[in-house]
């Protein structure tokens, strides 16, 4: 049984989908207007961990996530850059799916636009208007919140008090809050400013609030209820407010079963800001951090606390993953070196260890998506295939047991989006196997290591020399100009606790 500490109710509760062995499941995406960053990205990794978990359970998952390419910061951008916001938001939507690749992250089942759904969210708007949740005033829409009595149910807060942070908030003289009926009310449907983006709609040219937008491309791709909709922790008020109360008072069901929301990432305990100028780009962190370093990164904390990220999670991260990849590799060679002969490793532990360590994996990981506890578990296993199987002589008989341990582990890791070398990929390296490099590795190498020679081999050690030099001395467009030259070649490199590692994709 999988349970899930739902925001809403305060506690963790049975995981019971609406359909069985199927999951819908609703993530807000970015507002396009910059890059993601590391906080972006800790919340994106959490629940691709969640749903491949679920994946991996057997359930068969629909998961959708919106791009938000309609909105102030994006107009705002925009002027500054001296471009159309449908340009801003296209540059950044590609570079957002280029992170979401470049950290390992599952691709949505959909991944619906704002500015492409604009219909469905002007119907849903006119059926909250009808069903008198919503009203106009020239040419902006409301939604009255007072009229869904269950508004503050999500973020646990009172209407009556509310109310009055907003009016302090009236004091600035805010010409639009005027226009509302009550300063609660939020925008559904905002009339179009001159220069701004906009669409046709019954109450004139305008553009959709923020909120809307989560509302109708769940309702449209998911149907309602759907299972397990969630966000970071900022989203919870009030973004998810807001988009309960439109979906509930329009359809008069529930929206989501399930709330899930995951903790802020801090840096050096302090909260990320530009005014800080502690604000860090993934794409920045990816240029000098592994993917599968991150991603074990993310998954030693649990995904609804806080997670400072800082130079010492980094390095703690590097020792964990090469504590695996050495059990890896150690795997490997034992696999590689059985002998027809009968061996002294432990028969019986061997068999019952990976069994024992994938239910209590499984135990961990119901109860919350528990992924620290469940890396612990991988952990134990590493530690005690150390002890069983180095120095130990292996026979033939037990090769399967060891293939069987050594595919559990890269499966298991795969949860938390940590690639693992595959065991051909292992076999090779650890039998000294040398790898075939493609003619091209001649060409990059004479352009970022000027290698002279035409020798695969001595191209390639040339790169790698040259590449350590470039990341010491700082001089990324060297080291990016090797990573791109070879990755062009479907050649990757990895950086290991025990030195770069050469594969292919
Ligand atoms: P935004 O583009 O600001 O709407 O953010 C996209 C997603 O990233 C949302 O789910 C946010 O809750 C999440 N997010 C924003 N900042 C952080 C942070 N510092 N830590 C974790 N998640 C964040
Ligand atoms: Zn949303």
């Keep these: 049984m999988i349970k899930i500490y739902d925001t809403k109710l305060r506690e963790k509760t049975e995981f ?25 990205a800790r919340t994106f990794a959490s629940f691709d961990t969640i749903r491949r978990y679920l994946l ?122 005027d226009r509302k009926r009550d300063p609660l009310d939020f925008a559904l449907w905002k009339a179009a400013k001159p220069g701004e983006p906009s669409w046709p709609s019954p109450w004139g040219q305008g553009r959709p609030g923020w909120h809307i937008e989560c509302s109708a491309m769940s309702r449209k791709y998911l149907g309602l209820p759907f299972d397990i909709h969630g966000g970071g922790a900022d989203l919870v008020f009030p973004h998810h407010e807001n988009e309960r109360a439109q979906s509930e008072a329009s359809c008069d069901c529930t929206f989501a079963n399930h709330w899930m929301h995951s903790g802020m990432l801090q840096i050096n305990s302090e909260k990320m800001s530009k005014s800080l100028g502690n604000f860090m780009l993934l794409c920045d962190v990816l240029n000098q951090t592994e993917t599968p370093v991150l991603r074990m990164l993310f998954a030693q904390t649990h995904y609804r606390s806080p997670l400072d990220y800082c130079p010492d999670r980094i390095a703690e991260a590097q020792t964990s993953l090469g504590r695996i990849e050495n059990c890896l590799k150690d ?3 034992a696999i590689v070196n059985a002998k027809p002969e009968e061996g002294n490793i432990d028969d019986d532990a061997l068999t019952v260890l990976p069994l024992s360590m994938k239910q209590r994996f499984v135990e961990a990981m119901d109860d919350d998506f528990n992924a620290p506890a469940a890396l612990g578990e991988v952990f134990v296993l590493v530690n005690e295939i150390n002890s069983l199987v180095v120095g130990k002589s292996v026979s033939c008989d037990q090769k399967q047991t060891l293939i069987d341990i050594y595919n559990l582990l890269v499966e298991l890791m795969g949860v938390f989006g940590v690639n693992l070398p595959s065991l051909d990929q292992m076999i090779s ?22 290698y002279k020679g035409d020798d695969t081999q001595a191209a390639m050690e040339a790169l790698l020399v040259a590449r350590s030099e470039a990341r010491a001395s700082k001089n990324w467009a060297v080291a990016d100009g090797i990573r791109e030259g070879l990755a062009s070649l479907g050649i990757v490199i990895e950086d290991t606790a025990q030195g770069p590692r050469v594969g292919f994709r």
């Design 429 to 450: 390296e650890v039998s000294g196997g040398a790898i075939e490099y493609p003619q091209g590795i001649v060409t990059v190498a004479s352009e970022f290591a000027g």
């Design 331 to 333: 795997l490997a060679w």
């Design 16 to 40: 019971v989908p609406c359909e069985q062995n199927k999951v819908r499941m609703y993530v807000c995406g970015p507002t396009v207007y910059n890059r993601i960053h590391i906080g972006n």
């Design 56 to 177: 991996w359970r057997g359930y068969d998952v629909v998961f959708v996530q919106n791009v938000t390419d309609v909105d102030d910061k994006i107009i705002k951008r925009a002027n500054e850059e001296g471009k159309t916001a449908s340009e801003v938001a296209s540059a950044y939507t590609k570079a957002f799916i280029e992170d979401m690749h470049a950290l390992n992250v599952l691709d949505p089942t959909y991944r619906p636009k704002a500015t492409e759904e604009i219909k469905e969210m002007i119907k849903l708007v006119k059926e909250l208007i009808a069903k008198g949740h919503a009203y106009e005033v020239e040419g902006d829409v409301y939604f009255e919140v007072r009229s869904y009595s269950a508004y503050g149910q999500l973020s646990g807060r009172n209407i009556d008090e509310m109310e009055s942070g907003h009016r302090e908030l009236r004091a600035d003289g805010q010409g639009l809050e």
